[in-house]
């Protein structure tokens, strides 16, 4: 259809902005672009749609799937194309007019002097990490007295440098010359965007890593470039005025909807960028190693695969995730469950553990419905009680669907944190109810004067958790300090606590008599259940107790208990609700039904008892032992610390998934 292209009807929408005469200027102009990567591409789409006539551009790299987030031109149906070849078809395809000059060798100085000739402005598009090459680019335009723009992406934004001839270089503004690699780009990154508006809403700096060479990178950030970048095209290529050169910079977040225009005379030179230097590098030093998700060494190629890769993320008590997997064929697994009863307070009678392995027997069947198969459980006989053995037969069958709470399995996740304490509304309150019958209802704790009961029940219950031995030992053991993110505990930064308290208790945790200390001269456990339960106790927009119709008394109660509690969070998920569980009231009022003495402290066992009854009295219960699951649940915001969890193959008995 190349006939019925004609290129002044094509780009008429920009006349106006663009005067008919200046559209057949930019026709004749000629852009080389360096890079096709996340802001390469987006360029030269932009400023072909800009009616500019003529490119060289240059990549060496094909698409692969990480470039989906960002780059123009990464689509199925281009992976492992070569880069230069896809986006010259792309851009083919909106002027088939264009003269396209490729390089797909990249940049290098034998064909420096090909790829420059006969252009009227180069941009940049090359990797952040590219300095070397970005460096030897910059110098020969500046050679060649070839005006030269970079647009980095940086957050949700973007910080612009023009480099025009005559003006300050590139060498004189970063002063990159006899750096090492790490600090040339730590010098880069300060020189590109001095006022740093991207700082402040990194939520995983986890994913930033200069010296591994990554970081994180936004679509918006990237359009925002080109748009930015183009702009600064049409003014250089159209005479039409001043544009910032460097040490003058431009930066908009559209994330902070902030605009800076910086002046850093001297460049990195400049006392200013010396100091962030200097505080940059001594955070750099500071950043440790950091526990990210680790990643699958096996292939996730079947659906018992995919099935345990989602079911995994099912919730378990302090994130012990009491359960490994055997693979027997296509369509048969076993779990090999155990219990914490041993070793944490919280596990009485294992109880939480298999309430944990409810929850994953329903992750389980909803991910299996994913694959179009109906999961089968079957508890074994003659297993002690404390490893519990389920085994898990699948079977396709046309009738499955999806299950609607497929799509959450990833996202539900507990708060610790304050959520808003607007209450829920009735339907979301029937959606809830709907996801735990039958069998099972909801008891709502709702309203200022139940909700202040509950936290005065919390605020109690807290003394006990905060002054038994028992229970610290198990807070020693299940949070990782330091932490945004676990494997295999509690990251500290997701308890609940701020900053400061939590330096406190990481003290105070070294040591049973520093806890001891603290709690008998300085009311040690006041700030703690001020911040983890009194509080939160109010900021929510409910309470909920999640009550059977019979009393819970074998390991396969727990573990219908365990299935209604995931379809309730899940539902909580659906529904943009955030959800913490507050189980340990009802284990301390367990212990006291039981008559089991759970600690030396006769005060905690005596509060115990206290506490049992008040929790009856709010649930409106004779007895608890209908009580499958407690918590607090409101809209708010998404926690950025949480738990992780170990991987398949990690959770693989024989660590083989074939
Ligand atoms: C049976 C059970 C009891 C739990 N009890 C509590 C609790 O009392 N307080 C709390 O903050 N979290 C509690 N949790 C939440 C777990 O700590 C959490 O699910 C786990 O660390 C994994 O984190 P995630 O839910 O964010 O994926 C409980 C979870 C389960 C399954």
Request: glycine fraction near 6%.
């Amino acid at each position: 259809m190349q006939e019925s292209f004609r290129y002044d009807e094509a780009f008429s929408r920009n006349i106006g902005w663009v005067t008919e005469t200046e559209q057949q200027w930019l026709k004749t102009k000629r852009i080389a672009i360096a890079g096709l990567g996340g802001v390469g591409g987006s360029h030269l789409l932009t400023l072909t749609r800009l009616g500019i006539g003529r490119f060289n551009i240059s990549d060496l790299d094909t698409f692969e799937l990480a470039n989906f987030n960002r780059q123009a031109g990464a689509s199925l149906s281009h992976i492992g194309r070569a880069k230069v070849e896809v986006l010259k078809e792309l851009a083919l395809d909106i002027n088939p007019e264009l003269d396209v000059r490729t390089f797909p060798d990249g940049i290098k100085p034998e064909n420096m002097d090909a790829f420059l000739s006969g252009i009227d402005l180069y941009i940049d598009g090359l990797d952040f990490f590219a300095i070397e090459a970005r460096r030897a680019v910059f110098s020969a335009c500046a050679d060649r007295s070839i005006p030269a723009v970079t647009a980095a992406p940086l957050g949700l934004g973007a910080a612009l440098l023009n480099f025009l001839p005559g003006e300050m270089t590139f060498e004189e503004y970063f002063q990159l010359e006899g750096a090492t690699e790490d600090e040339q780009l730590l010098r880069f990154l300060l020189g590109l965007s001095p006022a740093m508006l991207q700082m402040g809403y990194l939520v995983d700096d986890s994913r930033v890593d200069l010296n591994a060479h990554k970081g994180p990178s936004t679509p918006m950030a990237c359009e925002l470039c080109a748009g930015m970048a183009a702009s600064q095209a049409l003014k250089i290529l159209l005479n039409r005025g001043k544009v910032p050169a460097v040490p003058h910079g431009i930066h908009f977040d559209a994330y902070r909807n902030k605009y800076a225009s910086t002046w850093r005379p001297g460049g990195n030179r400049n006392p200013l960028q010396k100091l962030a230097l200097k505080i940059a590098r001594k955070q750099l030093s500071k950043k440790k190693a950091m526990t990210m998700a680790e990643t699958e060494t096996t292939p996730l190629d079947t659906s018992i695969a995919r099935i345990l890769d989602l079911a995994r993320w099912a919730p378990s008590g302090d994130n012990t995730q009491p359960w490994r997997f055997e693979i027997k064929d296509d369509a048969n697994f076993l779990i090999h469950a155990h219990d914490t009863r041993d070793n944490c307070v919280y596990d009485l009678d294992g109880r939480a553990s298999q309430t944990a392995v409810g929850a994953l027997l329903e992750t389980i069947a909803i991910a299996a419905s994913g694959e179009g198969m109906e999961a089968d459980f079957k508890r074994l006989p003659n297993v002690p009680e404390t490893l519990p053995m389920i085994e898990v037969t699948l079977s396709r069958s046309p009738e499955v669907k999806a299950d609607p709470l497929l799509p959450y399995i990833r996202a539900r996740v507990t708060q610790r944190r304050g959520f808003s304490s607007k209450p829920l509304t009735d339907e979301q309150k029937q959606a809830l109810e709907a996801a735990v019958a039958p069998g099972n209802r909801v008891v709502w704790i709702e309203g200022q004067g139940r909700k202040w009961q509950m936290a005065k029940l919390l605020f109690q219950n807290a003394q006990i958790r905060l002054t038994i031995p028992e229970a610290y030992q198990v807070h020693k053991n299940i949070i990782e300090w330091d932490a945004q993110f676990s494997v295999d505990r509690i990251p500290d930064q997701a308890v609940g606590l701020d900053p400061v308290a939590l330096k406190l208790m990481r003290w105070a945790m070294g040591s049973w008599e520093r806890v001891r200390m603290l709690n008998r001269y300085f009311a040690g456990t006041l700030m703690p259940r001020i911040q983890l339960d009194l509080v939160p106790a109010l900021q929510c927009g409910a309470h909920f107790i999640i009550v059977s119709d019979k009393p819970l008394q074998s390991i396969d109660d727990y573990f219908r208990g365990g299935r209604a509690l995931q379809r309730f969070w899940l539902t909580a998920t659906r529904l943009g609700l955030q959800f913490q569980p507050e189980m340990t009231p009802l284990i301390f009022s367990r212990y006291d039904a039981l008559s089991i003495n759970f600690t030396q402290d006769e005060t905690a066992i005596r509060s115990a008892g206290e506490l049992s009854s008040h929790l009856k009295t709010l649930a409106g219960l004779q007895k608890i032992d209908n009580i499958i699951f407690i918590g607090r649940i409101g809209s708010g915001k998404i926690p950025t610390a949480r738990s992780l969890r170990r991987t398949v193959t990690n959770l693989l008995n024989n660590n083989t998934l074939n």
